[in-house]
Nanobody
Framework: EVQLVESGGGLVQAGGSLRLSCAAS????????IGWFRQAPGKEREEVSS????????YYKDLAKGRFTISSDNAKNTVYLQMNSLKPGDTAVYYC????????????????WGRGTQVTVSS
């Protein structure tokens, strides 16, 4: 059974940091790109960053550049999202997902999704 389980969300003050984790199982981790997405209330789900665990290549949307860092621990089949300098606008449910299409894949091309973890940034 394919599973993606997010953890690490919580409540943090503006300027603070959080590290999200995405533990994957049930598929060949090296064959997929893992992405982080977020969805705020009343807004569409948007991509934050993605990584190809097989070669370490990464991709960041503008909202994440300079503040967020994505990484993977292939021995643990886990992808991390280190989020620094958090802003109230970062408040959202954060999801990880897996796609076989590679970096730059569209949201609809992601095959598997986790249930999400809530991140709330207070001002």
């Amino acid at each position: 059974e394919v599973q993606l389980v997010e953890s690490g969300g919580g409540l943090v003050q503006a300027g603070g940091s959080l590290r999200l984790s995405c533990a994957a199982s049930g598929f060949n981790f090296d064959d997929y790109t893992i992405g982080w997405f977020r969805q705020a209330p009343g807004k569409e789900r948007e991509e934050v960053s993605s990584i190809s665990p097989s070669d370490g290549r990464t991709y960041y949307k503008d909202l994440a550049k300079g503040r967020f860092t994505i990484s993977s621990d292939n021995a643990k089949n886990t992808v991390y999202l280190q989020m620094n300098s958090l802003k109230p606008g970062d408040t959202a449910v954060y999801y990880c997902a897996a796609t076989s299409y590679g970096l730059g894949a569209y949201l609809l091309e992601y095959d598997y999704w986790g249930r999400g973890t809530q991140v709330t940034v207070s001002s």
